[in-house]
C-alpha cells in the first residue's frame, strides 16, 4: 500500500487516468441501447409467429433481459401473475436478489405452478439469481425458496463480496465467434453437478461450472443481459424454437 | 483473476476463462450491482436482528448504521460512519448484500468501508458532511457508491465523480414523503425537458445545471439517467412506496419507516410486496391492512431549514 495513493485521496493522476480509461466514461453510454422501454431498438416488429418468452418480473434486471431477448426475435412480456404464466412459451429468471425473488415466488403463489411448467417441459433461463432459483440443492445452511429442476448444487455469493465482482472474457461450449463478454456479480457457482448423465456443463471458471443445460433448462452464474453480447440469449431462443414453442 | 489496473496473469482453468481477463471494480459491474438491485427495497438497519427481519421480509439489500435518521435527528451532534464491528456483525447475519455510510467528503471513511468489505458505499448527507466543496473522488474506488440527489444536475456531478446509482434525497428521518416526491418529480421531470431540447439547447442547459456536458446529452439522448435511480427520505408506508416506483424511481430505501413503527415485520414484509407490485391498487390495498402504527412523522413546515438534510452537498 504504500507506493500507490489510497483511493479519494488527494494528489497523483491515477484516478483521472482510470476514468479516462475506464470502459465507460461519463457521457459515453456504457453498453448501447440498454435501457429505456424494450423494442425501442428493435426496429423490425417481432415476428408474430416468434415465441412468446417471459421474464420473471418480481424483482431485478427485467428489463435487461427483455431487451435482449427481443433482439434474438422473441416476442416478450413481464411475468407477475399465474394468468402471465400460463400465457408465455418459456421463462427467464432474471438477475436480482434471490433469496426476495423466492420469497415473492412463494408468496404470490407462483413457486409451484413454475415448477408445474417446468416439469411439463417448459424452457427456462437463469442468471445468477435465476441460476440459484433452478438449482435443486444449494450449498447452505439456511433454507430458501428454490424453484429447482437442474440437478446441481450451487454456492451463492461464491467468488466473495461486491469488491470481487468481475467482468471476463468466457468460452461456452456451443457458442461461436469467441469467448462470450460476461460480468459476474456477488455470482454463485456450480458447487457439485448431482446427475451428471443429465447436466451438461458448458462452461467452468476455476474448475467450477458456471453454465449448465439440463434438457430445456439453461442457468448461467453470470449476467450475459448486461454486457450486450447477446450470443447466450440467442441460445436460449433458439432452444425454445427447437422445443415447438 | 486479476485487479483491472493490475497487470498479473494469474491461474487459469481448462475450456474456461482466461482468468488473465478478468477485471473487478469496473464500472460495468458497479452499475450492474444497481441493476441487480432494481424493483426491491432496501432497508435501514442497526443491529444483527434487524438485519435479519429484513432479509426474512425480502429485502435486496441493507444498510447498515449506527442510528436510523430519525435517531440522529434527535440525538444531533455529529453523525459519523459506524463502528467496524457493528458493521462486521451485519455482514455475518446476512446473506444479502450491505451497504454502509460515509459522510460525504471523507474519503478515509470510503476507504475504511471498502476494506470492511461492504458492497455498496452511500455517501449520505444524513452523515454530517466532512467537506463542504468536494465529494468523494469516487472513481479510485473497487466499492460502488451511491450518492443522493436533490435534482438532475445535482444526479449528473455524482456521476461525473463516478457514482454507480443515485437516490433521490427525500428528508430522511422524517416519515413525510413529500420531499421524497419532489426530488423524483424535479429529477424526472428535468430529464423530459432535456429530451425535448434541440443539441445547441443541451449546451445551456448543462450550464444552467451546472453538470457536465457530455451526461447531459447522454441523458437528452436516452431519456433517463444512465444508471438505477431509487429514491429514499421519508418513506414509512406501501402507498409511499409504490407512488414513488409509479414516479419513475427503480426501487426505495426505507430508513426509519421500518423498525420506528409498530410492526416491523409486517411493515417491512407489505412494503417489499407494495414495491414489486406498485402497478396494482389492489395488492397495495391488501398488503396495507393490518400494519399497526406507522412511525409519526414530521411536518415539514415546523422543521427548521438548518435541521433539513437534502441541502447538504454541492
Redesign the interface.
Known amino acids: 500500500m504504500s507506493a500507490a495513493?489510497?483511493?479519494?485521496?488527494p494528489g497523483g493522476g491515477?484516478?483521472?487516468a482510470?476514468?479516462a480509461s475506464?470502459?465507460?466514461v461519463?457521457?459515453?453510454?456504457?453498453?448501447a441501447d440498454l435501457?429505456?422501454e424494450p423494442g425501442a431498438d428493435v426496429e423490425v416488429a417481432p415476428d408474430p409467429d416468434a415465441p412468446s418468452i417471459g421474464v420473471l418480473?418480481?424483482?431485478?434486471?427485467?428489463?435487461?433481459h427483455l431487451r435482449a431477448l427481443r433482439r434474438s426475435g422473441a416476442r416478450t412480456v413481464r411475468v407477475?401473475s399465474l394468468e402471465d404464466l400460463a400465457a408465455v412459451d418459456a421463462l427467464v429468471l432474471p438477475?436480482?436478489?434471490s433469496?426476495?425473488i423466492g420469497?415473492?415466488l412463494d408468496?404470490f403463489g407462483l413457486l409451484r405452478p413454475v415448477r408445474a411448467r417446468i416439469d411439463d417441459g417448459l424452457p427456462v433461463f437463469g442468471t445468477?439469481?435465476g441460476m440459484i432459483l433452478l438449482s435443486d440443492e444449494l450449498d447452505?445452511a439456511?433454507p430458501q425458496p428454490l424453484v429447482g429442476g437442474i440437478a446441481v448444487r450451487t454456492r451463492?455469493?461464491a467468488f466473495g463480496?461486491?469488491?470481487?465482482?468481475?467482468?471476463?472474457?468466457?468460452?461456452v461450449?456451443g457458442i461461436d465467434g469467441g469467448?462470450v463478454d460476461v460480468?459476474?456479480?456477488?455470482a454463485p457457482r456450480v458447487e457439485a453437478v448431482l446427475d451428471a448423465d443429465a447436466v451438461e456443463v458448458l462452461?467452468?471458471?476455476?474448475?467450477y461450472p458456471v453454465v449448465v443445460r439440463q434438457g430445456r433448462l439453461l442457468a448461467t452464474a453470470f449476467?450475459p443481459e448486461?454486457?450486450g453480447d447477446g450470443r447466450l440469449h440467442a441460445l436460449f431462443v433458439g432452444m425454445v424454437r427447437d422445443s415447438g414453442g | 483473476m486479476s485487479h483491472h489496473h493490475d497487470d498479473h496473469a494469474t491461474t487459469s482453468s481448462p475450456a474456461a476463462a482466461d482468468a488473465s481477463q478478468a477485471q473487478t471494480g469496473t464500472m460495468r459491474v458497479k452499475r450492474g450491482m444497481a441493476d441487480m438491485l432494481k424493483g426491491g427495497v432496501i432497508m435501514d438497519v442497526v443491529t444483527p436482528e434487524q438485519a435479519r427481519v429484513a432479509e426474512a421480509a425480502g429485502a435486496v439489500a441493507v444498510m447498515a448504521l449506527e442510528r436510523v435518521p430519525a435517531d440522529i435527528r434527535r440525538d444531533g451532534g455529529v453523525a459519523r460512519m459506524s463502528d467496524p464491528d457493528m458493521i462486521d456483525g451485519i455482514v455475518a447475519a446476512v446473506s444479502i448484500p450491505v451497504m454502509a455510510k460515509a459522510r460525504i467528503g471523507h474519503f478515509v471513511e470510503a476507504q475504511v468501508l471498502q476494506s470492511l468489505g461492504v458492497d455498496y458505499v452511500d455517501e449520505s448527507e444524513v452523515l454530517t458532511p466532512a467537506d463542504e466543496a468536494h465529494h468523494i473522488d469516487k472513481w479510485g474506488f473497487d466499492v460502488p457508491f451511491v450518492c443522493g440527489a436533490t435534482n438532475l444536475g445535482e444526479a449528473l456531478r455524482r456521476l461525473g465523480e463516478g457514482a454507480a446509482m443515485i437516490r433521490s434525497k427525500g428528508e430522511a428521518g422524517t416519515g413525510n414523503v413529500v420531499e421524497a416526491t419532489r426530488h423524483m418529480r424535479s429529477i424526472t421531470g428535468e430529464i423530459r425537458r432535456l429530451a425535448s431540447m434541440d443539441t445547441t439547447e443541451l449546451y445551456a442547459a448543462a450550464k444552467k445545471l451546472r453538470a457536465p456536458v457530455d451526461l447531459v446529452v447522454e441523458v437528452a439522448r436516452t431519456g433517463r439517467l444512465p444508471v438505477v435511480l431509487f429514491t429514499a427520505g421519508g418513506i414509512a408506508t406501501p402507498s409511499d412506496a409504490a407512488m414513488m416506483m409509479q414516479l419513475g424511481a427503480d426501487g426505495v430505501f426505507v430508513g426509519s419507516g421500518i423498525f420506528k413503527s409498530g410492526d416491523p415485520e409486517a411493515r417491512a414484509r407489505a412494503i417489499v410486496e407494495a414495491t414489486t407490485h406498485f402497478d396494482d391498487p389492489a395488492v397495495v390495498a391488501k398488503v396495507s391492512r393490518g400494519l399497526g402504527e406507522a412511525m409519526v412523522g414530521i411536518n415539514l413546515d415546523t422543521l427548521p431549514d438548518e435541521q433539513k438534510y437534502a441541502g447538504r452537498g454541492w
Open positions: 495513493r489510497l483511493p479519494g485521496a491515477r484516478v483521472t482510470r476514468a475506464a470502459e465507460w461519463p457521457g459515453q453510454r456504457l453498453v435501457r429505456g418480473a418480481l424483482q431485478g434486471d427485467v428489463l435487461e407477475r438477475g436480482g436478489e433469496t426476495t420469497k415473492l408468496r445468477c439469481a447452505q439456511e451463492r455469493n463480496r461486491q469488491v470481487d465482482s468481475f467482468d471476463t472474457r468466457l468460452p461450449v469467448p460480468s459476474f456479480i456477488r462452461a467452468e471458471v476455476e474448475g449476467h448486461v454486457t
